[in-house]
């Protein structure tokens, strides 16, 4: 497989599964950005792991998962049900915090970051072939169980406190249990993506878990649609693969130009462009369109 | 003990700006009703104007003191029509909505200031705006002239600020907006105006904010609009978002712990304690210490 084309699949399906990370809490309106934090916490533990500690990489990669679900729960119980800018911050101060304790502890690299990541499955194209079948194997799971949760009761019910939290409440509805959830889950999601962005690079360094980041997964977010998951699903690989076919002059302002991008969305179309109207339309078109060819028959037998 | 008053006065003046930022931070806040997270990239992008103007000028403060001041009101009121446009049809604070929309404006910002000014380094600005003799110094640690006038010239704005807001009739208007916009639009308070004049306030805050960073840092670079937009909004929160007084007094407890800590903890742990002690004071009281102003 072409590296571009490895680099390009891979990094689009973490920026997915992270873009889920996000979406999942913000079903009950929590911007719970302490999941690019997870990311590096799980990432850099899995990293010494296999470099310092020389255990397998399937052992890192569960540790990742659930180093992030715990974080993920011990915040979460404070925050679960606190108001959207409080986990906004919770998030950005975790960030600020990841970063200086692995800047200034040596073990990990530090500012230089951590290189020489070992291949997964041998050589170097069983690697890709490895990290590609887990990242999309990923993919298609979490995918299947966030289609699942939105048309459940529970999904209902975080759209509901979307709306109006305190009337959600009034209907017996346990805000702060629904906020642990989703804040693990997502949490458990970034642990591993964390892990396997380290390892589709074969090194770690800092300069991935900044505000930049986060930034790429709102526009992600906001510009694909932010109420139903398959808008995320079509603006990950539009968003970071047309910039790649820029020439590097204006791909350098790539940054700007999702900037530019999402404030017009939000200023034109509030709710992106993949709403849950239009999901609802396409699929009764297609489930229209599957009935079509019995109906000719039909008449044809009446008359 | 000499290091102890050395740092609680470079404290005031780190903290006094904490104020006003946080104080232009409400102001939209209650009367635009707009979560303006970007607003400390619009002081650092006036900075960055300030070091332009000062280097075409031959260092002629005044003119550099002008220009970000005219270019933060004038990014404030640019961005007004925006945060109009997505509150439109909202008759509160939409906290998700327009923070997300101050979060594009932040990340075009900083990208710009990234490409477009000194090839993306940090700037540096002239060591005389600091002023030149130290007035106090123990070992390391000294107090300049500069540090001296951000601690007045912040006093005096952030005084100015308040004697506006309660002792004018254009700052009873901005307070009964903030109570409630209704109440205000029945008793004849023109709030499209009124919302404006809050915006082009704010912006003459921020060039203020701009000019005593640059004396008090002597550097930007364009990650520090992010690092102190997490400040502010750390600041608001713990204080109560929306709570002035509570601001003023979260915003000088913070300046002073800052420099503290650096006192006697060096490299960048220092600023993990201050961020831890706003994460646990968060984490404890998520809806602020001297509640809301909503």
């Not at chain 1, 968003?239 to 790649?244: A, I, K, N």
């Not at chain 1, 009764?284 to 044809?300: A, E, G, M, V």
């Not at chain 2, 600091?130 to 110094?137: K, N, P």
Request: aromatic share 12%; with cysteine.
């Amino acid at each position: 497989m072409p590296l571009p084309l490895y680099y390009f699949l891979t990094i689009t399906a973490v920026n997915l599964l992270m873009s889920w990370a996000l979406y999942l809490p913000y079903r009950m309106g929590h911007l719970h950005f302490i999941v690019v934090a997870n990311m590096a916490i799980s990432g850099y533990t899995a990293a010494f792991m296999v470099l310092s500690l020389q255990l397998p990489f399937w052992l890192a990669l569960l540790a990742g998962f659930l180093l992030g679900a715990l974080v993920g729960y011990i915040v979460a119980l404070f925050i679960g049900d606190a108001p959207t800018f409080a986990v906004v911050i919770v998030g950005f101060t975790f960030i600020y915090i990841t970063r200086t304790v692995i800047e200034n502890t040596s073990a990990v690299g530090g500012t230089m970051g951590l290189f020489g990541l070992p291949n997964v499955g041998g050589s170097p194209a069983a690697h890709r072939w490895t990290i590609l079948a887990i990242l999309y194997g990923l993919v298609f799971l979490v995918g299947f169980l966030i289609h699942r949760f939105d048309r459940s009761q529970l999904g209902r019910a975080a759209s509901a406190v979307f709306i109006d939290k305190d009337l959600t409440a009034s209907l017996g509805i346990d805000i702060k249990k629904m906020g642990i959830l989703l804040q693990t889950f997502s949490c458990t999601l970034a642990g591993g993506c964390g892990v396997l962005y380290g390892f589709i690079y074969k090194s770690f360094h800092l300069d991935y878990f900044t505000f930049h980041v986060i930034g790429i997964l709102m526009t992600v977010i906001f510009v694909g649609g932010y109420t139903t998951l398959w808008g995320t699903v079509l603006a990950a690989p539009v968003l970071y693969g047309v910039p790649l076919l820029f020439p590097p002059e204006i791909a350098s302002w790539r940054i700007v130009i999702y900037g530019a991008l999402l404030i017009l969305v939000l200023v034109l179309k509030p709710e992106g462009f993949i709403t849950t109207r239009f999901v609802h339309t396409i699929g009764s078109y297609w489930s229209r369109k599957r009935r079509q060819p019995t109906l000719p028959n039909r008449r044809k037998e009446n008359l | 003990m000499e290091v102890f008053i050395a740092q609680v006065i470079n404290g005031l003046a780190l903290g006094s700006i904490y104020v006003l930022l946080v104080t232009g931070f409400n102001l939209l806040l209650l009367v635009a009703m707009i979560i303006h997270f970007a607003y400390p990239q619009v002081v650092v992008f006036s900075m960055y104007i300030i070091w332009l103007v000062l280097g075409l000028t031959g260092n002629n403060l005044l003119l550099g003191a002008l220009a970000g001041i005219a270019s933060s009101i004038l990014l404030n009121l640019i961005s007004a029509p925006l945060f109009q446009k997505v509150m439109e049809k909202r008759a509160e604070v939409d906290i998700n909505t327009t923070m997300v929309l101050s979060m594009g404006i932040g990340m075009i910002i900083t990208d710009v200031l990234s490409h477009g000014f000194n090839k993306g380094h940090p700037i540096a600005f002239p060591e005389t705006l600091a002023g030149g003799e130290a007035i106090l110094r123990v070992g390391l640690i000294s107090v300049l002239p500069g540090q001296v006038f951000s601690l007045v010239v912040g006093v005096v704005a952030v005084s100015s600020f308040f004697l506006l807001l309660y002792k004018t009739r254009p700052g009873r208007a901005f307070r009964a907006i903030a109570e409630d916009p209704n109440g205000a639009r029945l008793v004849g308070i023109p709030l499209l105006r009124t919302g404006l004049e809050s915006y082009a306030l704010s912006g003459l805050l921020g060039g203020i904010i701009a000019l005593l960073l640059s004396v008090l840092l002597g550097s930007a670079s364009p990650g520090l609009g992010e690092q102190v937009a997490h400040k502010v909004l750390a600041v608001s929160i713990i204080a109560g978002l929306g709570n002035l007084v509570g601001g003023l007094v979260v915003g000088l407890f913070l300046g002073i712990l800052e420099a503290i800590v650096q006192g006697y903890i060096s490299g960048t742990w220092s600023n993990v304690i201050a961020f831890v002690v706003m994460l646990v004071i968060i984490l404890a009281k998520p809806n602020g210490l001297f509640g809301l102003k909503l």
